[in-house]
């Protein structure tokens, strides 16, 4: 996976995972995926806080279950993609999907 095109199928895999989590009259649904690297002993962790609106309120909630397994696999290949062809430490992204599923995404780059 390379360039652009494989950003882009990553981060799609994140968003489908979000749309099945979310239920049905949803309006718009956040999720925050984390990835820490420990330098020390090259240990990765990932995480994810998703919630989705409905009448206007953020309802906290789970990422589907097991269809979040690939957190562990799609959110390091994402980092280390970009790290590669830009050299951006991220250490956060959030994605927002709307009622029409458009995504605005947000990287939070880490502090040298």
């Not at 309802?59 to 979040?68: C, E, I, K, M, S």
């Amino acid at each position: 996976m390379d360039g652009f095109t494989g950003q882009q199928a990553l981060l799609d895999q994140l968003c489908d995972l979000m749309r099945k989590s979310a239920p049905d009259g949803h309006e718009a649904c956040r999720c925050v995926f984390r990835y820490d690297f420990q330098p020390e002993d090259g240990s990765i962790s990932t995480g994810a806080r998703f919630s989705y609106q409905r009448d206007g309120a953020w309802v906290p909630a789970q990422l589907l279950f097991p269809d979040r397994g690939i957190l562990v696999t799609v959110i390091p290949k994402l980092h280390s993609l970009m790290m590669g062809q830009t050299g951006g430490d991220w250490r956060a992204l959030t994605i927002d999907l709307d009622r029409a599923g458009s995504a605005k995404v947000e990287f939070d780059y880490a502090q040298s």
